[in-house]
């Protein structure tokens, strides 16, 4: 029975991409034009520049950028996150400051930085940086923020010092929102490199995808967009994961 | 065990000037109807809230004592079992806390489970436990830290009527068999009469009476009458 589920929802779950390329293959023959190019000539394309090696190149020069911007922004976000949910006078004194720079939208910040920083790989990095800061710090806060009192006060009277209770009570129970500070921004990261590598950086998926758009070549543009919709889903379901695993069981 | 004294205890906006002395090894029941001031008289015992006055354990005062350090085991009325512990780590949480070797920590849990008749409870996470099952083990986490003093603050609160009479008699066998100095919060005045040695009565953050449970039943303040006519 739970077999014969499975195997439903993975038909309900892939028929509509399978009849979406279909009519994508089909219009594609129909259309006759290199602007509209059929599924199985993206997909001869896509193996083409992951043979000549292309692909691999610019996926890493992107892939480089996200993981160092957005681990380190990750970590100072969940750092400053952390402070501001212990610390009431470091809430008070900055959250003002967050509540001021976290509406900015990330590219906005991109004249201003190309100004400052110049045009080299601290661009996007500093970009991804931003982008996975600010909502990583505010998910944290929140979730730390929203642990009951009750259980720090219960963790006292079992003899916990501060310290153990923020590691064994309060961090644990804010996991589930920080996952969703990290869960979200992982794919936005994605979509941040991708417009930073247009707009300034000649290396990676999105300066494959300015160059494709220079010699209008639709085919390679529809690849990078197929590996930018890959990356972006595998990053957000390697954290589904990991959210699932840290917290699945008591959840 | 200790003795508890409390000399003039007011809190803001609840407890007035309230005197109590509870002897060494004694359960005390703490009666009151809502809002009355019984569960912020045991927060100041353990250190959980401002207060004026002073608060002693034997002859020492504690009012500069954290709360980690009072050795005070308390159960609050909403048990606050850590949602992502299973029973057994809920358990040794105070024990980890206050770094006790591992071997140590196996077997005083393993014989605190057996204590309270819970050892088949010890995988599962609190959303899993019923309610009479959350406050066993609420129990459990509180005196593996062998507490000198025992807050209990409404433990029996919605549980079905046989459960909690169940546990009132497992509180009460604890009690006789480690002698715990004990405060046990109601607004029950049978489950007073049946747990306390001595009864205290709050009305409005006062202290209106105090004294043996025949001495309360029978010979109650104006206060407390219409508490027991309710009852």
Known sequence: MKKRTILKNNFLYLLPICFFLALWELSGHIAQTPLFPPFSKVIIEFQFLLSNGILLQSLGASLARVLIGYILGSLAGLFVGILMGVHRVVEQSLSPLISILFPIPTLGWLPLLMLWIGINEALPITLIFICAFFPVAYNTVTGIKGVEEEYVKTARTLGASKWFTLRHVILPMALPNIFTGLRLEAGMVWRTVIAAEMFAIPTGIGALLTNAETLIRVDIILVCLMLLSMMCSIFERVFLWLEHKLTGAWR | ?231
């Open chain 2, 1 to 231: 065990m200790p003795s508890i004294h409390l000399r003039n205890i007011t809190t803001p906006y609840c407890l007035k000037n309230v005197n109590l002395d509870i002897k060494n090894g004694e359960l005390i029941v703490l009666l009151g109807f809502t809002g009355a001031g019984k569960s912020t008289l045991l927060n100041v015992i353990a250190g959980l809230t401002e207060y004026r006055g002073e608060v002693f354990f034997n002859q020492k005062n504690m009012n500069n004592i954290p709360t980690e350090k009072r050795d005070v085991g308390y159960l609050f009325q909403d048990i606050y079992l850590f949602p992502h512990l299973n029973t057994y780590n809920n358990i040794a949480f105070g024990l980890r806390a206050t770094v006790c070797p591992a071997d140590q920590i196996t077997n005083k849990v393993e014989s605190i489970l057996d204590l309270l008749h819970i050892g088949h409870l010890k995988k599962r996470y609190p959303r899993d436990l019923s309610g009479g099952e959350k406050r066993r083990v609420g129990l459990a986490r509180s005196l593996i830290m062998e507490p000198k003093v025992l807050l209990l603050d409404e433990p029996l609160i919605n549980l079905d009527p046989v459960t909690a009479g169940n546990i009132r008699k497992e509180i009460k066998a604890i009690h006789s068999r480690l002698n715990l100095t004990t405060l046990f919060v109601t607004h029950d005045f049978d489950e007073a009469r049946e747990l306390a040695d001595r009864i205290a009565v709050l009305v409005k953050g006062e202290l209106k009476q105090q004294g043996m449970v025949d001495d309360i039943f029978y010979q109650p303040v104006m206060e407390i009458r219409k508490f027991i006519a309710i009852n």
